[in-house]
């Protein structure tokens, strides 16, 4: 499968669960099994790793060191696709990440202060149906949501306008992380499906993802079998954290990254691309069954779209 088409097997995957009740061909709706062995990987130096905020309400960083990995799924991988391989090595020089992702605050105070109008459209999925909705937008995304919860319904271009205003508060150089970058940051330092293993059973205490919760809301959801507790987004932080200290890197909404989907495979460090190329968003949201929550798992869209399960995180230069 293309990957510039992957969009549509992500929200046609939200339809079939959602929608009819039914699931693709050779998956159960449920937690998909694994049996391959993940591949080694070189061991990431000192997890203990710094935080820090650049003033006194800028999201949390994680200095993460530099290091090298294997990005990808392996071709053993029975929950991988054709556009997660080859799994190949990359290099990843040191940085620092949000160790959230940007609560729905957080950018309501960079649209009062900097006098934003990030648009009235955003595709939701509701009732069962998936479709781009004029009334929808980060403050009213098609579900309930408190402040501490994930900003969602934000393309792109409004996270690059975020990442401006606080650059200039700031004198700082803030940015999207590419797409080796989250991945490593992801999987800090495991080789697995997942931070947490190759078996998807233990996602409820992980991440946010389609569960029993979700079910109880919309009877027609085939949901992972287990609950987190949360029907829709969750507030930042509220599951375990991956070994470098980061939340929700899996699950809770899809985030934004820097990276162009295309020219995948290469070993070389990537650099973040024009707004105007399409753009790689990667981890899995609180709608997806875990089997699609894994480190490995991208895919990409225009930058000027909006979705309401797809949010983002910050990195920064060190």
């Given at each position: 499968m293309n990957l510039r088409q992957g969009w549509l097997l992500l929200f046609s995957v939200l339809f079939i669960n959602i929608g009819h009740g039914e699931t693709l061909p050779g998956k159960?709706?449920?937690?998909?099994?694994?049996?391959?062995?993940?591949?080694?990987?070189?061991?990431?130096?000192?997890?203990?790793?710094?935080?820090?905020?650049?003033?006194?309400?800028?999201?949390?960083?994680?200095?993460?060191?530099?290091?090298v990995y294997l990005m990808g799924s392996p071709v053993t991988d029975q929950e991988g696709q054709d556009y997660e391989k080859p799994r190949h090595e990359v290099k990843?020089?040191?940085?620092?990440?949000?160790?959230?992702?940007?609560?729905?605050?957080?950018?309501?105070?960079?649209?009062?202060?900097?006098n934003y109008n990030p648009g009235n459209e955003c595709w939701t999925m509701e009732a069962g149906k998936g479709e781009m909705r004029s009334n929808r937008n980060w403050s009213a995304p098609g579900y309930p949501q408190?402040?501490?919860h994930p900003a969602t319904c934000v393309s792109v271009d409004d996270a690059e306008a975020y990442i401006k205003w606080l650059n200039q508060k700031t004198g700082?150089?803030?940015?999207?992380?590419?797409?080796?970058?989250?991945?490593?940051?992801?999987?800090?330092?495991?080789?697995?499906?997942?931070?947490?293993?190759?078996?998807?059973?233990?996602?409820?205490?992980?991440?946010?993802?389609?569960?029993?919760s979700l079910q109880k809301a919309d009877?027609?959801?085939?949901?992972?079998?287990?609950?987190?507790?949360?029907?829709?987004?969750?507030p930042v932080g509220s599951y375990s954290p991956n070994a470098f200290g980061l939340y929700d890197m899996l699950g809770n909404v899809w985030e934004w990254t820097c990276s162009a989907d295309s020219g995948y495979g290469s070993s070389e460090e990537e650099k973040c691309t024009g707004l105007l190329s399409r753009r790689i968003y990667r981890g899995g949201s609180w709608i997806n069954t875990a089997d699609y929550v894994r480190s490995a798992s991208r895919y990409g869209y225009i930058p000027s779209f909006r979705f309401n399960n797809v949010g983002f995180r910050l990195a920064r230069d060190n």
């Open positions: 159960t709706g449920q937690a998909a099994s694994s049996k391959s062995k993940p591949a080694p990987v070189r061991k990431v130096r000192n997890r203990a790793a710094k935080h820090f905020r650049d003033c006194a309400d800028c999201p949390e960083m994680v200095a993460l060191p530099g290091g990843v020089s040191g940085f620092a990440i949000g160790k959230y992702e940007i609560s729905k605050s957080q950018f309501a105070a960079f649209v009062e202060a900097a408190d402040s501490d700082k150089h803030y940015r999207l992380p590419t797409e080796a970058e989250w991945e490593y940051a992801a999987r800090s330092g495991s080789a697995a499906a997942r931070f947490w293993g190759d078996n998807p059973d233990g996602a409820c205490k992980y991440a946010n993802v389609a569960d029993l009877s027609k959801v085939i949901p992972h079998n287990c609950e987190d507790g949360y029907v829709f987004t969750a």
